[in-house]
Structures are given as C-alpha cells and as structure tokens.
C-alpha cells in the first residue's frame, strides 16, 4: 500500500502496474460519479477511459501539497465531463438511460431528483456526500474558495430538496 | 440577548451543520431552537444518506478493462514540427549541434528501485579529449538525442535512442557518422545524416560505462546517470554568459507582434567572437546572431534575454529562456532564403564558425 506520493513517483516514472493498480481501487467510484454527471453509462465509460488516459499521459499535473491523488483525480473527471456536457448541442436529447439502472434498483426518488439537477449542482454533491470530499478539497477540485464551496453546496442542497419534495409531496412542506 | 434570524439567514449554516463544520453560535442557537431548520437539516442528511445508497449500488459493478495500452503519448514539445536542438558545452569549436529530438509518445518502461528518474544523462568522451552530454527522456518515444559536432579533424554526428529498459539497465541505439571536415568551405550535417546510419544496439547501465568503437574515428566512453528532468544544459548551467559567449535557450520569434517560431527547449552556445548562432525556421530562413559585426547584418538591441531588431520594415524580437550575452548590441543576419541541405524540414539551432557556416558575412579583413 502506497501513499499518494510514494504511488504517484511509481506512476509519473511509468510504471504501468501501479497506474493499473490505481485504477482498479478508484474506478468504480469514478464511474458512479461520471455516470450520475451524465447521465449515460456509456459517456460515463468514455469520460472514465480519458480521465485516466489524461493523467497517464500527463503525470506532472498532480501536486501532492494542493490535495489528495483522488481529489485531483475526481477533480480531472469532473472538468472531462464539464467538457462533455459543453459539446451537448441544446438540440440534442438528454441521454436516454439517465442511471436508470441506478434509480430500478434503489427505487430512489431522491436519486431520480438528483439527475434533474444542472451537472454542477450533480458534480458538488456528489463529491461532498458520497466522495467525502472535505471544503478545501473541493475548493481545489473546483477551484474556487471555500466560502464559496459552502454557498454553492448550499444552494444545491436547496435545489436537490426543491425536486425531492415535488416529486413526493408526501414528505411535508418547506421552511 | 439572542439575535432574531429568518430561517433563510441561517439556511446556508445548516448546509454547512450537515457537512460536519462548526458554525457561529448564533445560528446554531436559532436552528436548535427552529423546528424548521431542523427539518432542513432532518432533509439534507437524509439526502445524503440515500446519496450513498444509490453509489453504493452503482459503484458495485464490473469495470471495463483500461486499455492505457502501456504506451504512453506525451505531448509534444516541439511547435509546428519543429526538430529542436539542445547543444550542451563542448571543449571545441562547434560547428553544428544538434541534441535531443523528441518525438510525440514514449514507451512505457519497468522502473526498478535503483532509478530515480526517467531522464538518462549521458556523459561522452570522444576522441581529443572531446566531451559532451546528452539527456534522453525514455518517457518519449523514440527517447532519443543526437550530437554533431567538430570532433579532432571530423565533422561527427551520434544517435542515441533508448530502444528498450529493464530496471536500471537500458538498450542503446547508436547511430554513427563520421566526416572529413573540409579545411575551407562550408561544412554541414543534419539530423537526417545521422538518422540513416545503421543502429548498433549495447545493454548499457548507469554507473557503469560503456565503450563504443566507431570508424574512422577511434572510441567512444559512454558514462551516464538517471536524472528526474531534462536539464538545461548551458555551459556548466551558469545563467551568466561568459565573455564573448551568446547563448540562445527556447527562443521564441516575434514578428511585428506575431509569433512566428517557437523553439522551445533548443539551446546553441557560440563561444568567443569568431562563432556565430543560428536558428533555422522552416518557411522563415535563418538567423545567424554574432557578438561581432557581419556583412549585411543589421546591428540588434540585446536587454537580458531579448534581442530586437528591424529587417526590412518589420520588427522582430527574439525571447529567450536566459540572458543571451554580456553585451547589450550584437549582429543580426536575416537570410529568408536559406534552405539547409537537409530540406528545411525541420527547425534547428546551433553555432560555429561563421567563415564555415556564411564565409559570405565574413567582413573584409581590413574593415
């Protein structure tokens, strides 16, 4: 078990084992963030594979002293899919699967509410509730500071509560 | 007394309550007494939670296979195809030198627990007590360099190309070809020249050295060690320039405010008055540059590292990556219509002899 410095000198010097080592602990988390960014398993598949092709390719970007190897990790997936999300022509119908998968075998409203989210609010959550991602971690991943972290996860917390309640009025009004 | 909040002032406190910060007291007051906010904040934890319920799910699945392919493309450093040249500190007169040519991916090598680096600093000592260095990136493929330059009475030109590493050890390309200089005349040899040479392949390990026996010219002691970078390698790496000595490093060309040549990385050396510098940029010529006056030259203002100049109605800046000389005027000779013998297909950087490289901008000796 490395730490993220000693791991990140193994695969900035290449060695392939330990980037494929990598990939196998933080992927599948990767991929259930992509795929809830997205919407689409297969762009999220996508976006995946050009995340880790980018850092295998361009090592020298990870600065160990601004953050964990996973917040630059999932920060790199999130611009990937900001990208993906700016090449979606406003004609263009949302993806079709929208983690269907994810929302039949939860049978969570709250996670159907949250795909009806913009992508950023989508990216901030699920980077601060299911990723853990501490404020000044998220203000590296982001790039923003972290007043506006709070403001920001605020506000989609609001938004996410907004969706949540209009689709089961049953759980009661607002403040 | 108690400061009286909307539930909307505290709001933004209860998302950061549901994270886990501390918050000011005063609000934390209002919400603890606020049946409102605690539903708020009842709302946000729930959410997070079925949050990780849906992750937990998803993030249980098969992952496709990644295909990194264990190839490795690096971004190039070279613009627009540009061949770039580093030429490190030799203990003769360089004519031509050209190091380092990169290429646009690399090969992904084991790395064992002796090397600290991917960066492979060759130190080689030619015949006459000839000595240069030359640092190939093995994360690019081909990681190669190549060396040419005056060596005894020949024109020389080495490749060295890391064709393959296991552990410390790697396997050595070299490509030789060796010259007769012309005592009078120009004299040239290109990248190219060397590149069509047949590759004699050698195991060669750091720390250890390796001799290469090359026609015509006698041995060569190869030395070398594992650096994590690819150094700039200027005269023992001193930013001074010597005296008489211009130095060009990355330069970049600016044409009345336009980029027209980027050199990133090259680096020529031309030491004392008789040597000149060069740098050729497909599709714009060459540029020799000299501490002394050339004929036809136009004389160029120097600050640190820039050097302008005026050739026929345009203005031209050269930027480089370290000061270029002590003086604050050198010559400049703008041949727009210079086509290297190579064919001009690649950029290049280098020094030596003006009455070698343009015996036509040598001045009148009674000048």
């Known amino acids: 078990m490395f730490d993220d410095r000693e791991l990140w000198k193994q695969i900035s010097a290449g060695n392939a084992d330990a980037f494929t080592a990598w990939y196998g602990d933080t992927a599948p988390r990767l991929r259930a963030f992509l795929r809830h960014l997205t919407g689409s398993e297969p762009a999220a598949d996508d976006l995946m594979q050009e995340t880790y092709t980018h850092i295998w390719r361009r090592p020298e970007g990870f600065e160990a002293d601004r953050g964990t190897l996973r917040a630059w990790l999932f920060g790199i997936a999130r611009k990937q899919a900001a990208e993906w999300w700016r090449k979606q022509r406003p004609s263009d119908p949302l993806p079709d699967d929208r983690s269907a998968r994810a929302v039949a075998e939860t049978n969570s409203i709250l996670a159907d509410a949250f795909n009806h989210l913009p992508p950023d609010d989508r990216a901030l959550l699920w980077l601060r509730e299911v990723e853990g991602h501490s404020y000044a971690e998220l203000a590296a991943i982001l790039d923003v500071p972290i007043g506006t972290v709070r403001s920001r996860l605020f506000a989609a917390r609001e938004s996410l509560r907004d969706v949540w309640h209009s689709a089961a009025p049953a759980k009661g009004g607002r403040s | ?367």
């Open chain 2, 1 to 367: 007394m108690t400061p009286m909040f909307q539930c909307e002032d505290a709001a933004e406190y209860v998302s950061a309550l549901a994270d886990g910060e501390t918050i000011p007291s005063a609000f934390a007051q209002h919400i603890g007494s606020c049946a409102a906010c605690q539903a708020r904040l009842h709302d946000y934890l729930a959410m997070g939670v079925e949050l990780r319920l849906v992750a937990s799910v998803d993030a249980d699945d098969t992952l496709p296979a990644l295909s990194i392919d264990r190839r490795r493309t690096s971004r190039s450093l070279w613009k627009k195809g540009l061949e770039t040249m580093r030429i490190p500190k030799f203990a003769f007169a360089l004519l031509i030198v050209a190091v380092v040519v990169l290429a646009s991916s690399l090969t992904i090598v084991k790395v064992g627990a002796h090397s600290s680096g991917s960066v492979l600093m060759l130190n080689v000592t030619a015949p006459g007590d000839t000595h240069f260095k030359c640092a190939i990136d093995t994360r690019l493929t081909p990681g190669q360099c190549i060396v040419i330059g005056s060596v005894e009475r020949t024109m020389s030109g080495f490749q060295f190309t890391v064709l393959a590493r296991d552990d410390d050890r790697v396997q050595l390309g070299v490509r030789t070809k060796v010259a007769m200089a012309p005592s009078t005349g120009t004299s040239s040899m290109g990248s190219a020249d060397v590149k069509d040479q047949p590759q004699t392949r050698y195991w060669f390990e750091p720390g250890q050295t390796l001799k290469i026996d090359v026609d015509s010219l006698g041995s060569l002691t190869v030395a070398g060690k594992w650096m994590d970078h690819v150094p700039t390698m200027v005269n023992e790496n001193q930013l001074d320039p010597n005296e008489n000595e211009l130095r060009i490093v990355s330069p970049l060309l600016l044409r009345d405010k336009q980029v027209v040549g980027d050199m990133e990385g090259g680096t020529a050396v031309a030491p004392g008055n008789s040597n000149v510098a060069m740098i050729y940029l497909p599709g714009t010529g060459r540029f020799l540059l000299s501490n002394t006056p050339m004929q036809h030259a136009t004389q160029a203002n120097v600050k640190l590292n820039r050097i302008s100049f005026d050739v026929n109605g345009a203005h031209y800046l050269f930027l480089m990556g370290a000061p270029v000389t002590r003086s604050d005027k050198i010559w400049v000779l703008y041949q727009p219509d210079f086509i290297p013998r190579s064919g001009g297909e690649g950029g290049f950087i280098g020094s030596g002899e003006l009455r070698q490289i343009a015996p036509e901008a040598v001045l009148p000796a009674n000048h």
